[in-house]
């Protein structure tokens, strides 16, 4: 019994198209995540200088 296997006429173009779709997927999946961890990331109002008369360094915008 022989089983038949379909000849490509060109592998290293499929091999090429297989390596540069999983290069942007990657990008987009790395991606994904930074935007993930960014927005779970967001600080609590923290207590700073509400002036900078002292030499103490203050938030330019507080958002509390």
């Not at 990331?41 to 360094?57: F, L, R, T």
Request: charged share 15%.
């Amino acid at each position: 019994m022989t089983i038949l296997v379909p000849k490509i006429r060109n592998p290293w173009r499929v091999t090429g198209l297989l390596i540069a779709l999983a290069v942007v997927v990657l990008f987009v999946v790395a991606n994904a995540h930074l935007i993930h961890v960014a927005q779970k990331s967001q600080p609590d109002c923290v207590p700073h200088a509400k002036s900078g008369s002292d030499g103490a360094h203050r938030a330019a915008r507080s958002s509390c």
